[in-house]
């Protein structure tokens, strides 16, 4: 009903597309998990977080220069690079080799992070504020959906097949994937001002900061970002040592498979019964406080003993909001901006801010381990 006739086309291709990302993500971060932890230390989980923040930065402001050139197509472009390397490192895990557990995980995640920030800063090009307060809710879903989709198939196959195997079928919905941008890439957008000038073209990463920092709006919505960021790792942290602690290595594949099918779900019933009446009725400021007071009541409960099942329920809060309301609460923070100061912002945030807030958080981590303190610290 909120849906009008002219944006249909354009909206199913989103919510399509969303759906595609994050099913080929739920099966790589099957696949990720079950892989890296059944053969690698949890404490050494902090390495790879650090790896993911330095390899977006690179890649992203690759993918930049690329875009300004492109368009639309650049995405498009990249899910299907994204398919292929995907693709290339079955043979190398299914061998083995231990540093190919390292750059999956690195990979899976870098993967996602340039396919969203990108996918959003070009529907900031098709909708307006009006449009999107209404439209973005439903677009939302397809990523609970595509998730839930994506964790569901993983848990079926891991009890048929290896978790290596599972990254064919990621790399398969990735190409599907790349139809979407293609689509949304066309006539009929609104007016633009995203057009980059020479100046700010030629400063990639460091002409996306400085344009953050000039504005404080922007800068508000990344330390937002920072603070989140920093928060969702020592989550992530704690909930895979304590995973890793209790759960027998060959039962990791459709054990991660079955808990992100439930927080998937719980993630849906929170995109169909909580976004929509939350940001129409509540500020945006309360909408964005209800994941990290959950996230506070869950570490309350690790910090009080409760081990696996307290870890459950913090990585709960966090897989069935991150992706639905607290997702689509932030995104709504980017559309009053303009479109050349969106494009910088979303560059430097989704990349520079998140992934640094990650590397932060992992050298807190490796500190904490290097004094052996307990997993409730974090």
């Known amino acids: 009903a909120q849906i009008r006739s002219h944006e249909k086309l354009d909206t199913l291709i989103a919510f399509a597309s969303l759906f595609a990302f994050m099913c080929a993500h739920a099966l790589l971060e099957t696949a990720r998990d079950a892989i890296f932890l059944s053969s690698v230390p949890a404490d050494r989980l902090p390495f790879v977080y650090i790896g993911v923040a330095a390899v977006a930065l690179a890649i992203m402001g690759l993918q930049n220069r690329i ?74 879903a397809g990523s609970v959906v595509g998730a839930i989709a994506g964790s569901a198939l993983a848990g079926v196959l891991a009890t048929v097949m290896p978790a290596a195997n599972l990254l064919l079928i990621a790399a398969g919905v990735l ?9 949304l890439d066309r006539g009929n957008r609104k007016e633009s001002d995203a057009t980059p000038t020479a100046s700010t073209s030629a400063d990639g990463m460091v002409g996306a900061a400085t344009q953050v920092i000039a504005s404080p709006y922007a800068r508000r919505v990344a330390l937002l970002a920072l603070f989140a960021t920093l928060t969702l790792t020592f989550t992530d942290f704690v909930f895979k040592s304590e ?18 099918l439930i927080v998937n779900v719980l993630s849906l019933v929170a995109q ?13 400021a309360g909408a964005l406080a ?9 570490g309350v409960g690790v910090m009080a003993g409760g081990g696996i099942v307290a870890a459950l329920a913090l990585k709960g809060s966090d897989g069935a909001l991150r992706h639905s309301l607290h997702r689509t609460v932030t995104e709504l923070l980017y559309v009053p901006m303009r479109d050349r100061l969106r494009t910088a912002a979303k560059l430097f945030i989704d990349v520079a801010g998140q992934r640094g807030g990650q590397a932060l958080a992992s050298v807190a981590i490796l500190s904490a381990v290097s004094l052996e303190l307990p997993t409730a610290f974090y």
């Not at 390292?102 to 900031?124: C, D, Q």
């Not at 190409?175 to 689509?183: D, F, N, Q, T």
């Not at 209800?290 to 869950?298: E, K, T």
């Open 272 to 284: 169909l019964a909580l976004v929509r009446p939350i940001v129409r009725k509540v500020s945006i």
């Open 175 to 183: 190409a599907i994937g790349a139809v979407g941008p293609l689509l």
């Open 67 to 140: 875009n300004r050139r492109w368009g639309g197509g650049a995405l498009a472009g990249w899910l299907l690079a994204s398919a292929l390397v995907t693709t290339a490192f079955w043979p190398l895990v299914t061998e083995g080799s231990v540093w190919s557990f390292y750059a999956l995980y690195v990979w899976s995640a870098v993967a996602v992070t340039v396919v969203l920030a990108r996918f959003f800063i070009l529907l900031g090009t098709r909708f307006t504020m009006t449009q999107a307060k209404r439209l973005y809710p439903f677009i939302g």
């Open 243 to 260: 995973v890793a602690a209790a759960v027998k290595p060959e039962d990791l594949g459709f054990f991660f498979a079955r808990v992100y």
């Open 290 to 298: 209800v994941l990290p007071v959950l996230l506070l009541l869950g």
